[in-house]
């Protein structure tokens, strides 16, 4: 086993572990996860409903600024969206041809925030349009990856900030050895169901 991947096994790990910490820090705060719903403990309800700000009360504590640049933001979800149909239909279309499992939109774009009743209608509407941007982001940057790694599992000599999962795994820039035979080999792993 090569340095690179003991350190991804590590990073693995360390993931697994922040997964645990994580749910044991959600039964402190006094939640449970039933299937897709969230159940918070009755007095922390209560607590939540006493800590609300209602909209008036928001609306009015509220920097101009913001009122201001929300039609810029929210501008946004068009391209948001169109991006999203336009990779979800890539993704529906291609990946069947090449042989690629398919990325299940439904474990990056997730809204939960919204349910929490300590907040107001807007600032549930915000929750809803970031878990949405930043969910689409990661779903296509996903399906992105994968097609990378199926056309060019190659690094690039200068370092990339923010690179997927799977570049780590790539071929060294300029390593011409056994190149045809190590893509087949990328390609053969992203039909497995992942």
């Not at 607590?47 to 920097?63: C, M």
């Not at 549930?124 to 060019?152: D, K, M, P, W």
């Not at 999962?165 to 050895?177: K, L, N, P, S, V």
Request: with cysteine.
């Amino acid at each position: 086993m090569s340095r690179i991947e003991q350190l991804l096994q590590q990073i693995r790990q360390l993931e697994e572990e922040l997964l645990i910490e994580l749910n044991q820090r959600s039964q402190v705060i006094g939640f449970t996860i039933k299937g897709k719903r969230v159940k918070f403990e009755r007095s922390i309800r209560l607590a939540h409903k006493r800590l609300k700000y209602g909209v008036w009360r928001w609306l009015f504590g509220i920097r101009p600024i913001n009122i201001i640049t929300a039609p810029i933001i929210y501008a946004m979800i068009v391209p948001l969206v169109l991006i999203d149909v336009l990779v979800s239909f890539y993704q529906y279309t291609c990946f069947p041809i090449y042989g690629i499992s398919r990325v299940k939109r439904g474990q990056y774009i997730v809204f939960d925030r919204h349910h929490l009743s300590f907040l107001n209608f807007f600032e549930r509407l915000h929750c809803l349009y970031c878990s949405y941007g930043n969910g689409v982001v990661a779903y296509i940057r996903e399906i992105l990856a994968r097609t990378e790694q199926y056309f060019c599992p190659i690094k690039h000599a200068r370092k990339v900030l923010g690179t997927h999962e799977r570049y780590y795994q790539f071929i060294e820039y300029g390593d011409a050895t056994d190149y045809h035979q190590r893509l087949q080999q990328f390609r053969k792993s992203l039909a497995k169901k992942e």
